[in-house]
């Protein structure tokens, strides 16, 4: 029995372990090293999941209780890291798709920004050729425009 709860105690170990890895802060703030990552800790979980945990021996009586709680410990451990890896995968999706709706935010801005700034220019030179003509005609009528002393 003592084998068995060790080879049970030493792979909730290896899960706990790979959870903490893989819902680390640092992957929930770099979206793009934990899809990077992804494929290494499938491989992880993988190992994990395909350990093989001695055949449970025969129990006498006394055991049992001993048994019971290692499994119950187990199985409650598991669905809270269950639990945690589904709430990690939403805050994934949901990050995954804030970053699509900022992208598309940030076209649309660039497009109505940069056909206002083509605006914008398109105006100035229309003021600089107004400009440019009424010099002419200033020039042509020998007025000197005010504020534009050449005397000084």
Aim: hydrophobic share 40%; proline share 3%.
């Amino acid at each position: 029995m003592a084998e068995h709860q060790k080879a049970v105690k030493d792979l909730l170990t290896k899960v706990q372990e790979f959870v903490m890895e893989a819902t680390t802060p640092v992957h929930s703030q770099d979206v793009l090293r934990f899809l990077r990552m992804y494929p290494v800790l499938c491989d992880e979980l993988g190992k994990i999941t395909g350990a093989e945990i001695p055949e449970v021996p025969e129990l006498d009586v006394s055991d049992i209780r001993e048994f019971v709680a290692l499994y119950t410990d187990m199985d409650k451990q598991m669905a809270e890291w269950n639990n945690f890896i589904k709430i990690k995968d939403a805050m994934i999706w949901q990050l995954l798709q804030d970053r699509e709706d900022l992208e598309g935010e940030i076209r649309e801005l660039q497009s109505r920004f940069g056909a206002e700034l083509e605006l914008v220019n398109k105006q100035a030179d229309a003021y600089k050729d107004e400009a440019r003509r009424y010099k002419a005609l200033l020039d042509k009528a020998g007025v000197q425009p005010a504020g534009d002393d050449e005397d000084e």
